[in-house]
């Protein structure tokens, strides 16, 4: 805990701190650990200055990634160039599409020490996928990774800043396959295994279909390219979308299976029940299951710190220690974070590191009665059915109180029916299309993977039953606004207190747990526009009005979530503006927020339509460049959205107030944006 709240502390600086302090974390927070374990008189003063080493720590080896991972990052406004680039990977389809992972060789636009070493771009319509490893060229654009999309939201410029992901574009000719020299090194080795990661994938969508087969290719291989939108969704509303990412689940399902399966051969012979430990070599065998799928899995980020916590179990089983317990999983936390320190932002490895923590402390507490002797075997059977039940309302209950906080705050999203669907859905997943995956996808390049992948399609097409049907039910899905920044961390520290402390003085963690949930949201914004100024929103009562629905769709859907919004329809933004093309301006005496905009870089149509708009409007969002509003009226223009990013609009009594995101990123390696 101190080690992660080091590297918290790191990400919440407004400033990005020299290199060198980094080293000097680290080498304070060693002599401190030092001297305090050899000299201290007291415990107390021991545990002190230990954890504040470890807070040091973790603060350093924030600051030593960064620098780690530092790479050349992509300048906006260089115009539509040519690429000669690697396919790295099939990334994930986003909204505008399919999209690579490319290698840039060589960009027209930029300089060699300008160019991104990974880019990721949006393919046209149609487009048919390359395999990895192909060489490429095709002309698009490419600008800097998108910063939040409203102040305060998730940034994801810094996932990309740390995934090497220095430019994101679009293509606009279709990709033309090139000679070029063979790549070296772990790049090639990368593109390789991505190879055999697509063609599995490939091999696994022909043999299933489409609609079972893409969700299987995506559980196995980590490609969701095949995956159906309509089907992702129905199982984001029923609470249900952690089967689709390669997680803390799959890898426990997959090690747990080669584990049971090695121990269970094991005691079926007995030449090797009598001199080989069983408990042991199933743990090898685990890790090993465990570091293939890691592999097969492409390591995304999710993946490897499942795998971490999944191995650091197997290796306390080797070291005859408890492998369920806060201990080891305290080990394998702290190994996460000293490898990534950006994990304790991510979204992902909160909820994942509550909820395992949450089930390790159920784990500890449930009561454990003493076994009858010679139980007639109906009652035996009916007292183990009653047991499994109650463990499974106790785990998905107390996982998803655990990850209630984080849902909420991070995604804006409650799934009512969440219990009841991962009650269905955990022992089809856990029992039958895991490991039924597992060995389909090891039979499969042999041919033999019919039998193993037929069932998987039977598990995979109950799943989307369930989901389909408790995403169709009334009020599936609540949106819930998020609550100030820092009653997250609250709920954190509460969660972990309840799952550490035991005895009464546990129920003290119970209000903190609370803070996401029952803290007062604070008043929406009037109005919200994109980092560029090509979208805008106004609120209504309980609605978001977008001025373009067909623009920057993503990001205003995700603002109006994060204000606890819905979306209005054309109708509602009918009734209070007067938009066409490019522009929106109020109705005179509308009961609407006297916002306008001009959502287009275009001078002459901003010189044409800037007067009027300033008569109708108390704010004109503009996206190119605009002089001022005689009538007075507040003009934000790309000079404003170039240096502070997304805004929200707030009307007080004493005018209009505008909260910019940059403001709140500060000034680090990942919010920079080269012009």
């Given at each position: ?65 960064t620098e780690a991972v530092r790479a050349p990052i992509a300048p906006d406004g260089t115009g539509v160039q040519t690429l000669e680039t690697y396919v790295v990977d099939i990334a994930d389809p986003g909204q505008g599409g399919a999209r690579l992972l490319l290698a840039p060789i060589r960009a027209s636009a930029l300089a060699p020490e300008e160019t991104p070493i990974r880019v990721r771009m949006t393919l046209r319509d149609g487009e048919v996928l390359p395999e990895p490893g192909q060489a490429i060229s095709v002309r698009g654009m490419i600008n800097a990774p998108p910063p939040p999309a409203s102040p305060g939201s998730y940034d994801f410029a810094r996932d990309a800043f740390f995934d090497g992901i220095g430019g994101v574009g679009f293509a606009l000719t279709p990709l033309r396959a090139i000679e070029a020299p063979p790549p070296e090194g772990r790049l090639a080795l990368a593109m390789k295994i991505n190879a055999v990661r697509w063609a599995l994938a490939r091999r696994i969508v022909d043999e299933m ?467």
């Amino acid at each position: 805990m101190a080690f992660g709240l080091g590297a918290a502390s790191y990400f919440a600086l407004p400033g990005e701190p020299v290199a060198a302090v980094g080293g000097a974390a680290l080498l304070v927070a060693a002599a401190a650990a030092f001297a305090s374990a050899r000299w201290s008189p007291h415990r107390a003063v021991t545990v002190a200055v230990m954890l504040a080493a470890f807070l040091l720590a973790g603060f350093g080896a924030a600051k030593l990634r960064t620098e780690a991972v530092r790479a050349p990052i992509a300048p906006d406004g260089t115009g539509v160039q040519t690429l000669e680039t690697y396919v790295v990977d099939i990334a994930d389809p986003g909204q505008g599409g399919a999209r690579l992972l490319l290698a840039p060789i060589r960009a027209s636009a930029l300089a060699p020490e300008e160019t991104p070493i990974r880019v990721r771009m949006t393919l046209r319509d149609g487009e048919v996928l390359p395999e990895p490893g192909q060489a490429i060229s095709v002309r698009g654009m490419i600008n800097a990774p998108p910063p939040p999309a409203s102040p305060g939201s998730y940034d994801f410029a810094r996932d990309a800043f740390f995934d090497g992901i220095g430019g994101v574009g679009f293509a606009l000719t279709p990709l033309r396959a090139i000679e070029a020299p063979p790549p070296e090194g772990r790049l090639a080795l990368a593109m390789k295994i991505n190879a055999v990661r697509w063609a599995l994938a490939r091999r696994i969508v022909d043999e299933m279909g489409v609609e079972s087969g893409g969700l299987a290719a995506a559980m196995v291989t980590g490609h969701r390219a095949f995956v159906p939108p309509e089907q992702t969704e129905a199982l984001r509303v029923a609470g249900l979308a952690h089967i689709i990412a390669i997680s803390g689940l799959h890898m426990a399902i997959v090690g747990g299976f080669a584990f049971g399966a090695v121990r269970i051969l094991i005691a079926a012979w007995p030449w090797a029940a009598l001199r080989v430990s069983s408990k042991k070599t199933a743990a090898v065998a685990g890790l090993l299951a465990v570091g293939a799928y890691l592999v097969i899995s492409g390591l995304p980020s999710p993946a490897v710190r499942a795998a971490i916590t999944a191995g650091a179990a197997f290796c306390a089983i080797l070291l005859d220690r408890r492998a369920i317990s806060l201990h080891t999983l305290a080990i394998a936390a702290l190994v996460i974070l000293a490898l990534q320190p950006e994990a304790v932002m991510a979204p992902g490895f909160q909820m994942s590191f509550a909820a395992t923590a949450a089930l390790v402390a159920l784990a500890e507490a449930w009561p454990r009665p003493a076994r009858e002797i010679n139980t007639p075997w109906p009652i035996r059977t009916v007292q183990t059915i009653g047991v499994w039940i109650a463990a499974s309302l106790g785990v998905s209950f107390v996982a998803g109180l655990a990850t209630g906080p984080f849902a909420m705050q991070h995604f804006n999203r409650v799934a009512t029916f969440g219990l009841v669907a991962n009650l269905l859905a955990a022992p089809i997943s856990s029992f039958l299309m895991m490991p039924a995956l597992a060995i389909g996808a090891v039979l499969a390049p042999l041919g033999l993977g019919g039998a193993p992948l037929a069932a998987a399609d039977l598990a995979i097409d109950t799943l989307t039953r369930i989901a389909a049907t408790v995403a169709a039910q009334p009020h599936a899905q609540l949106v819930v606004p998020s609550a100030p920044a820092w009653t997250l961390a609250v709920a954190f520290i509460g969660i972990l207190w309840l799952c550490m402390w035991r005895g009464p003085l546990r129920w003290v963690g119970l209000p903190l747990a609370l803070a996401v949930a029952l803290y007062p949201r604070p008043a929406p914004p009037d109005a919200w526009a994109a980092a560029d100024g090509s979208a805008v929103a106004v609120r209504t009562g309980d609605a978001a009005v977008l001025f373009r629905p067909d623009a920057k769709l993503f990001a205003a859907e995700l603002w109006a979530r994060r204000r606890g919004l819905t979306p209005a329809d054309a109708d509602v933004r009918n009734q209070g503006y007067d938009c066409d093309r490019w522009t929106c301006s109020p109705k005179l005496g509308a009961e609407a927020p006297a916002v306008a905009a001009i959502m287009t870089r275009r001078a002459s149509t901003i010189a044409a339509k800037l007067p009027e708009l300033c008569a109708r409007a108390e704010i004109v969002i503009v996206r190119g460049l605009a002089g001022p509003c005689e009538s007075g009226a507040l003009v934000l223009d790309a000079r404003d959205f170039s240096r502070g990013g997304s805004v929200e609009l707030y009307r007080t009594p004493e005018g209009w107030k505008a909260l910019w995101a940059q403001d709140l990123r500060g000034s680090r390696p990942w919010s920079w944006r080269p012009q």
